[in-house]
């Protein structure tokens, strides 16, 4: 199961020609379950072009599976964990978001497809976070 970050969703709706961009292509032909957080949500209407995207974007995303944090008040603190143990390596992560979306596919155990360096930066440090 994957947790597909906005930076991948945005260069497949854009049809770039990423690595991360295949492979949703190769997930999304071949069934595999994916999923959105509510914030990738928010980031991917944020990016529409105009009103008829925004509804189409709207409608298609908002029905796709999301995951949420597990605990209201510990999710939370365990992204800002992230964010610490990063910065206490040398590490500064741009995104807090980009913390908790981490947070919560390492809480459900999903592959994070994304096509972006706090990423890649978190998984130097979290060895729990899975990088598709």
């Known amino acids: 199961m994957y ?3 906005t930076s991948a969703w945005i260069g497949f709706l854009r049809g770039a ?3 991360a961009v295949n492979r949703l292509r190769q997930i999304l032909q071949h069934g595999e379950t994916v999923g959105l957080t509510a914030v990738i949500y ?3 209407l944020q990016g529409a072009e105009s ?3 925004f509804e189409q974007f709207r409608d298609y995303f908002g029905s796709q599976r999301f995951y949420h944090p597990l605990d209201d008040k510990e999710s939370y603190v365990e992204a800002a964990r992230l964010y610490f143990s990063c910065r206490r ?3 500064t992560i741009r995104s807090t978001v980009d913390c908790l ?3 919560i ?3 459900h155990d999903l592959l994070l497809l994304h096509q972006d360096r706090d990423f890649e930066q978190l998984a130097q440090v979290i060895p729990e976070l899975k990088l598709a």
């Open 101 to 103: 979306i981490a947070r």
């Open 89 to 91: 390596q040398g590490i």
């Open 42 to 44: 928010q980031e991917i």
């Open 3 to 5: 947790l597909v970050d």
């Open 51 to 53: 009103i008829q995207r």
């Open 105 to 107: 596919a390492i809480e």
């Open 17 to 19: 020609d990423t690595a």
